[in-house]
């Protein structure tokens, strides 16, 4: 019998979201479909890289809340989250705590030609307790 899917995590790099966001379409349609929840994460870099930026997690929830508005998911349940810290590991740390039933996420940094996978995806597709749907960019 299939699992349930109950609560989808789609982590995004909004340093890349203006150029590529089909992992984040994908997870609206798969939560549209399965009448799951929609989890919406970003994560912050321990050092901003922009020193104009003082608050990096207020800074990051602003940018993540302009992208959901920007990209409405009508009819589906969403919640935003945003953490801070090295990025594959917030992103299974959050869907171990939240009981993730599936993630969904890019496959590498669309300015990389040269990977199959992303070393964010491939760590979390090797670390996640639960199923991870890679969309390629």
Not at 72 to 94: C, F, N, S, W, Y
Request: with cysteine.
């Amino acid at each position: 019998m299939p699992r349930d899917t109950k609560l989808i995590l789609c982590p995004l790099n909004l340093r890349h979201a203006k150029m590529d966001y089909r992992a984040y379409e994908e997870a609206v349609g798969m939560a549209r479909r399965r009448d799951a929840k929609l989890l919406v994460a970003t994560v912050a870099p321990e050092m901003e890289r922009n020193l104009n930026i003082r608050d990096s997690e207020g800074y990051w929830r602003e940018q993540l809340n302009k992208f959901v508005k920007d990209h409405p998911a009508d009819g589906v349940e969403m919640e935003t989250v945003v953490r801070k810290g090295a990025v594959h590991r917030q992103i299974l740390k959050l869907a171990d705590e939240r009981n993730v039933d599936l993630i969904v996420m890019e496959s590498a940094n669309p300015k990389v030609q040269d990977y199959l996978l992303g070393t964010t995806a491939s760590h979390v597709v090797t670390h996640a307790e639960c199923s991870v749907y890679v969309v390629r960019g």
